[in-house]
Structure formats: C-alpha cells, structure tokens
C-alpha cells in the first residue's frame, strides 16, 4: 500500500503559479510511477503529467505542456507539479497518485490516490 497526501493548493490570480507536492507513504515509492491528474465541478477526471519510477521520464496533457513540470524525489518520497502561467481553465480539484503499471495517462491505470487539493486560478 501507499498513502498520498498533496499540498500547496490555493488561490492564484491569472499568470500566477503555484507549487503542489506530494508526499507518500507506505511501500517504497522509487516502484511507482507517479502522476497528477485534476477534476473541475461537472467534468470527468483528467489527465495533468506523470513521471517514470526514476524521474527519466515525463508526460504531459497538451494543455499543460511548456507550463506545467512534474518532478520527484526518491529519497524524500516527494513528488511536485510545478505550475506556472496559471490559467482560470487549471481551476481544479488536483490529485496525486502512483501506479503500479499501466496506462500512464489513464486514472484507471492508477492504484493509489491522494485526496486531492483545490486549486482555484481567478481571472
């Protein structure tokens, strides 16, 4: 088992940013991929970025590309999404989760969920 638990959530003006972090527990953390995603009241949950076990990687939505950057610390069992150029469109409830294989960019790919933080961009 692992337990997430995201911070840094809050109100932001547009262009502003915002730095969300994500702290696990549980079995070792280096065994999962790690993702964001983000739900708005009324739409379906989707995809923001993930990051490979060892952080070689990243994955970005198209919404979020040259804005956004996911990164992780292994040995502090930490993940963060860096949010910059914040957009009233980014207002969300935000989520931190890991798999343990799978669909990277697919909710129902992932095994563990935080419990989200409100992220609320004004225009």
């Known amino acids: 088992q692992v337990q997430l638990v995201e911070s840094g959530g809050g109100l932001v003006q547009t262009g502003g940013s915002l730095r969300l972090s994500c702290t696990a527990s549980g079995r070792t953390f280096s065994s999962n991929v790690m993702g964001w995603f983000r739900q708005a009241p009324g739409k379906e949950r989707e995809f923001v970025a993930a990051i490979s076990r060892r952080g070689g990687s990243t994955y970005y939505a198209d919404s979020v590309k040259g804005r956004f950057t996911i990164s992780r610390d292994n040995a502090k069992n930490t993940g963060n999404l860096q949010m910059t150029s914040l957009k009233p469109e980014d207002t969300a409830v935000y989520y931190c989760?890991?798999?343990?294989?799978?669909?990277?960019?697919?909710?129902?790919?992932?095994?563990?969920w935080g419990q989200g933080t409100q992220v609320t961009v004004s225009s």
């Open positions: 989760a890991a798999q343990n294989g799978g669909n990277y960019a697919s909710a129902r790919s992932y095994d563990y």
